[in-house]
């Protein structure tokens, strides 16, 4: 044979390595495709792949995990703990759960470092669709300490219904995402049906969390359920909400079963972004609240302001909510502008724009329509500036135009000018109570 057929023949076999078979088991094979990449795939439905996950996902020479068209099970959480790694669906790969030991709070996948004070870094799902097999998990996804995790292109399923474990305790937490503790990254373009807890849930004490584009419907199960709920240092924009029994978005202080308040960090509702939002069929729209419980602790540990939030709410269109399409409590430094808040005739909401216990609250250059008792309503505020809000073409006359409660006579700075309103009523209030203020209609 001539030396340079030789020698083409050996540079092509060099060339050409044959993709390895790193695993082989029950209908499942996990092939290298090219360096750091692996193809997980299966000739059968409904396999299980914990163990595959478990011994390969932590595998630091693995940099893009893929898996296959399919239904996949996992009968136990997944546990990521590493860098640098990308879980990489087809769009048509289902990932089920199926514990066989059924608890109020299983996991699916935790994404946490070994190291009790360790930080992961790059961690991404995409394309996946995650089913929960109609039973209650504390999250399906929980990033705990993980800088740049992204969650994109994803479904999560079927966690709509409340059985009873084996402990015949019903399972009503139910989230798709939970982010818990010191973590930045992006969560966009998922699918979100039919959770009894929380669509996406951002705790306190996150670096900065993006939570934009996704649709979310809560399939109004449970009681007081949200669609999203953030508590600090979050960007919300260009989500899709429905059929939330509590808000569409709602800014919380922690939960009073959250002990993150014990480690010092900030769980105000603070420094949110909320904008180009739609809201439809919630109890709610958009809520800031706050619970006063934890004020000592803020004040004390951490010099700071506990109702300060710092936040802004702008150009959401909130439609058909139940109450209020926008609703502040016990806040403080919030700007409310641009928002679409309107109703269908037959099915008015209470109000328009609700501010208790709040002071230093802008709502200016909204639009509001549709509402039966109030187009505002506050309670014991201060320096509130309501300006430049109308509605060109409402149905429903509500009561008042401006309704105010004032418990204790000391609401003061109230500046309400420049608004154009339908109403049967201006306001129930007497203006003698009402120190340094400006209430007039247009």
Known sequence: MNFNYILIIVFFLSGCKTPGILYRSNNIELIEIKPSEVLLRSSASNVDITEILNKYLNDSSIKTFRISDGQFLISKHIRVARDSITILGSRKTVIKSSFPNLQQYNLMFLN???????????????????????????VINQFNRVKNIEVSNCQF????????????????????????????????NNRVLNMTKTGIYIAGGNEQMIVADNYIDMNNNGFGRPGILALKNTIVYGNEISNCSGAGILLQSIEPTDLLVSLGIDVRPYNIKVFRNKINKCFTGIEFNHFPGYDTNISIRQGLDPRLSNSVIEDNVITNVVQTGIMIVNRKGIKIRNNNIRNEENNPSISGITILGSEDIEVTQNYIDNVYQNIFFIENVSKITISGNKANVSLISPIYELEMRSTDYTSQEIYYKSNSFKSTAFTNTTFYSLKNSMVERN
């Open 112 to 138: 946490e470092s070994h190291d009790p004070s360790g930080t992961l870094n790059s961690i991404v799902y995409k394309s996946l669709i995650f089913d929960a097999s109609n039973f209650g998990f504390l």
């Open 157 to 188: 399923l079927n966690g709509g219904n409340t059985f009873p474990d084996n402990s015949n305790n019903t399972s009503m937490w139910t989230n798709a995402l939970a982010c818990s503790n010191k973590c930045s990254g992006i969560i966009s």
